[in-house]
Nanobody
Framework: QVQLVESGGGLVQAGGSLRLSCAAS????????LAWFRQAPGKERDFVAK????????QYADSVKGRFTISVDNAWNTVYLQMNSLKPEDTAVYYC???????????????WGQGTQVTVSS
């Protein structure tokens, strides 16, 4: 069983920055992937970024490429999402997810955090 606890959401003006954190209780050598998804009201849960737990190989959705950075700190068992140049369309609940060998789709992930709200005002 993996537990994920997100923090760092909030209200920010367009053009501003936020950093989300996800503390993960991962203690194995499996090929874990940690990812961030987001869900706006009335919309589906969309992929934002993912990173390999070992090696830190990252991939991003086109909508956030160049603005967001995902990283992993194995010493603190934490995954971060640094969000810069935020836009009102980035407003959503952001979820941390973990899975073995997972990729782009929510159904590929077995464990989820509770979500953290990010609101970007124009």
């Amino acid at each position: 069983q993996v537990q994920l606890v997100e923090s760092g959401g909030g209200l920010v003006q367009a053009g501003g920055s936020l950093r989300l954190s996800c503390a993960a209780s991962i203690h194995s050598d499996n090929t874990w992937t940690l990812a961030w998804f987001r869900q706006a009201p009335g919309k589906e849960r969309d992929f934002v970024a993912k990173v390999s737990w070992v090696g830190g190989i990252a991939q991003y959705a086109d909508s956030v490429k160049g603005r967001f950075t995902i990283s992993v700190d194995n010493a603190w068992n934490t995954v971060y999402l640094q969000m810069n140049s935020l836009k009102p369309e980035d407003t959503a609940v952001y979820y941390c997810a973990a899975g073995v060998g997972s990729n782009w789709y929510p159904e590929e992930y077995d464990y989820w955090g509770q979500g953290t709200q990010v609101t970007v005002s124009s």
